[in-house]
């Protein structure tokens, strides 16, 4: 197996960082692979906000709690009920890729970018975790005003389409799942 594969196979969504900031030039090889990822038409219609201010991230968690617990999921309403529970396990950076809403497929585009730079820090030793809950508040009737308010604002035409915790885990990351049998079809 190529190193590649090898990584993709290996990267786990981690949920305990480490206070440590990644290491800027790192942070720049991740966010290029990301810039490198295919896009339809190659609009590349991304913009990508990367929150390392502690105060905007814990404003921002506080925000994403609170819409866990008005959620109807009774996972996450559950999850929120805790004081322990961190909706960014304390990672100290949170990356938001944002997309111009006219492009061709925004959504794609931009959660094809995260996932390069899923796998790109996972190769650098760097921990990451998908957070769906900032594009959740963003969604919500109030969302896009309360994230201003804190100080968190995208460009123009632009709507927050994927967002990822990365830093170093606390701890080791778990097995990954088995695969779900039967997924595969040839057609030949
Ligand atoms: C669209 C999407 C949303 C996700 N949202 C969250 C989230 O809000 N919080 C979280 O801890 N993990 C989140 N995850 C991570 C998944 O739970 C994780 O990828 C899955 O359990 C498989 O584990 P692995 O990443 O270690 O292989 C999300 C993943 C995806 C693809």
Not at 124 to 136: R, T
């Amino acid at each position: 197996m190529n190193e590649t594969i090898h990584t993709i196979l290996t990267r786990r969504s981690a949920r305990a960082y480490q206070s440590r900031q990644i290491d800027e030039k790192e942070m720049h090889e991740i966010l290029q692979a990301g810039q490198y990822a295919p896009s339809a038409m190659g609009q590349q219609p991304w913009h990508f906000t990367i929150v390392q201010n502690p105060d905007l991230l814990e404003k921002l968690q506080i925000l994403c709690k609170a819409s866990f617990q008005l959620s109807d999921n009774a996972t996450m309403r559950e999850l929120a009920s805790s004081d322990d529970f961190h909706v960014f396990y304390h990672a100290p950076t949170l990356v938001i890729i944002s997309g111009n809403s006219k492009a061709v497929a925004p959504l794609w585009d931009c959660v094809l970018a995260m996932g390069n730079m899923l796998i790109a820090a996972a190769s650098l030793g760097i921990a990451s975790c998908w957070q769906h809950a900032p594009i959740m508040v963003y969604g919500s009737h109030t969302g896009p005003a309360s994230l201003s308010s804190i100080g968190l604002t995208f460009p123009s035409g632009h709507i927050p389409y994927a967002s990822a915790v990365f830093g170093y885990s606390a701890q080791p990351l778990p097995e990954a799942a088995p695969r779900k049998p039967d997924t595969v079809t040839f057609l030949r």
